[in-house]
């Protein structure tokens, strides 16, 4: 499997899910370390996976992932993405996929009006896409989470349409699964930490499982996604 990293000016975890990418491949199939493209290349050779990283992509100046939703690497990423081939965005990477378009509703201002940095438990919501398929429904997980505008909201009816199509993918949870406003560490809608398109092609997700991917990071609960990735799209 071949995956693209896409790097902006002020990313600053495009390196880690190189790493967790990249072991993960070594693990179960060939197809070398993910390129990185920057945010000015207007295209790039064929991948199978396409991840935008967490940090604070131009400065998060205006909005966050707004300017970078603008860059010329993004149309070709949208274009990708309209085709069918799996993009996932964490963090920042969720904002510019919401930016861009590609993903319903919005991240802004945590509820507390700061920034939050600390393991949080998830709620995996189920286990029918690409990218949950290592994970079991219903099942927690510990993953940390580092940002200031994670909170996300939509409209009420695309709200409804997003439950009823499945596109939730995780929910801020207690250590039991259950969604209590005490777990949500940020306000989002209905504990919402992660969300697919309605293809499930698409994914963005606030915390970041590529910061536990490895037993020699404290934990290892974020490396089911990107093992089951590659066995996917391998």
Known sequence: MKAAVIVFPGSNCDRDVQVALAQATARHASGGAPIMVWHKDADFEKVELIVLPGGFSYGDYLRCGAMAAQSPVMKEVVRRANRGVPVMGICNGFQILTEAGLLPGALIRNANLKFICRDVNLRVETSQSLFTGRYEEGQTIRVPVAHHDGNYIAGDEEMER???????????????????????????ARNIAGIFNETKTVLGLMPHPERLAD??????????????LVEALS
């Open 215 to 228: 037993p020699a990071l404290g934990g290892s609960d974020g490396r089911p996604l990107f093992d089951g």
């Open 162 to 188: 997003m439950e009823d199509r499945g596109q939730i993918a995780f929910r801020y949870c207690a250590p039991d699964g259950t969604l209590t406003s005490d777990a949500n560490p940020n306000g989002s």
